[in-house]
């Protein structure tokens, strides 16, 4: 895991690494945004709940990052890379 190899082996570790970049952005942007938000909303007093509540659900992005992290990274490292065997076929026997 966190070899960085692995975001590029094939087309498909490509595609996945890519996918699982987005969602960690669209999370990083999304907490960054509730964040300022909530900081906003500490200026009136009429909006201190939801500002509380625009931090409380920003942390909790913060802290789903590296959940994205190591997700992304056990998916690639669970990829065939090339040239492994797939399930099923007969690895060469060099004692023959």
């Excluded at 952005?25 to 900081?39: E, M």
């Excluded at 931090?55 to 997700?71: D, H, N, Q, T, W």
């Excluded at 890379?81 to 004692?95: I, N, V």
């Amino acid at each position: 895991m966190f070899n960085n190899r692995l975001y590029t082996a094939t087309p498909r570790h490509r595609e996945v690494y890519g996918r699982y970049e987005r969602v960690f952005t669209l999370v990083d942007f999304s907490a960054a945004l509730l964040f300022v938000v909530g900081s906003v909303c500490f200026f009136f007093p009429q909006l201190m709940t939801a500002g509380t509540w625009a931090f409380l659900v920003g942390s909790l992005a913060f802290a789903a990052k590296p959940s994205v992290r190591v997700a992304r990274e056990f998916h690639l490292s669970r990829l065939p890379l090339p040239g492994d065997l797939l399930p099923g076929q007969a690895g060469t026997d060099e004692r023959s």
